[in-house]
């Protein structure tokens, strides 16, 4: 699978952006897609996740209730809106594909797109 990941930027706090990632080749159609994100000088960390049936969804606690992940299976890409961003989201963000499990953890990724730049400016 190969993921190609857009929409990263510089925003001031409590401002909007809207990430995007297409995914192709493989069994792409099928995985669970999701994004992590690595803040400087921190560990890659789980940011949300969606199950390939569309419905299901997972958030880490931090961005409950400001991020939403959705996914669009025709174009078989994932999205990641995130609202009331704070300088603490400031990271790369990376889309993600994990196969019969969800993955919450770096461990059960199996495939990485490249990240993409997201700057809270406060």
């Known amino acids: 699978v190969q993921l190609q990941a857009s929409g990263g930027g510089l925003v001031q706090a409590g401002g909007s952006l809207r990430l995007s990632c297409a995914a192709s080749?493989?069994?792409?159609?099928?995985?669970?897609m999701g994004w992590f994100r690595q803040a400087p000088g921190k560990e890659r960390e789980f940011v949300a996740a969606?199950?390939?049936?569309?419905?299901?969804?997972y958030y880490a606690s931090s961005v409950q209730d400001r991020f939403i992940i959705s996914r669009d299976s025709a174009k078989n890409s994932v999205h990641l809106q995130m609202n009331s961003l704070k300088p603490e989201d400031t990271a790369v963000y990376y889309c993600?594909?994990?196969?019969?499990?969800?993955?919450?953890?770096?461990?059960?990724?199996?495939?990485w797109g490249k990240g993409t730049l997201v700057t809270v400016s406060s």
């Open positions: 080749g493989g069994t792409a159609m099928q995985a669970h």
């Open positions: 993600a594909t994990s196969g019969a499990d969800v993955a919450t953890t770096p461990g059960g990724v199996n495939a």
């Open positions: 969606i199950k390939w049936n569309r419905i299901t969804t």
